[in-house]
């Protein structure tokens, strides 16, 4: 049986990223790495949660960027990070971002389209 290392070379790399020791965005070096990291940094990965009402505005740091599977050979951005709202006339309304800060000042914005 092929030890999870080898296992996790096997995979196609899909977009999967972490977060470094100073809250960067490195690539995961496979697919377990990337899993593990999810698992572990649960805390680190919540940037702003917010109720509203009966909506609940959450912005996370996905750790995959879903553009890397059609943009493999151009550069890119990577879009790691989401502000969702569930719940309340704007429920599934989402943002994606390419970096913490934005995410955060969008995160902000959508706060405010609430509670305006």
């Known amino acids: 049986m092929a030890d999870e290392e080898d296992w996790s070379k096997d995979l196609p790399w899909l977009g999967q990223y972490i977060l470094d020791e100073n809250g960067k965005p490195v ?17 680190e990965r919540q940037l702003a ?6 909506a609940r505005v959450s912005t996370i740091f996905l ?3 879903s553009f ?19 719940g309340g ?10 970096s913490k800060e934005e995410a955060l000042k969008g995160h902000g914005r959508i706060v405010q389209m609430l509670t305006s």
């Open 63 to 65: 750790g995959l960027d």
């Open 49 to 54: 949660l917010d109720q509203i009402g009966a």
């Open 89 to 98: 006339p704007y429920n599934l309304f989402q943002q994606r971002y390419t």
């Open 27 to 43: 690539r995961a070096r496979g697919l377990l790495e990337w899993g593990r990291w999810l698992q572990e940094h649960d805390a």
């Open 68 to 86: 890397s599977i059609f943009q493999r050979d151009q550069p890119h951005e990577p879009v790691l990070w989401e502000t969702m709202v569930f």
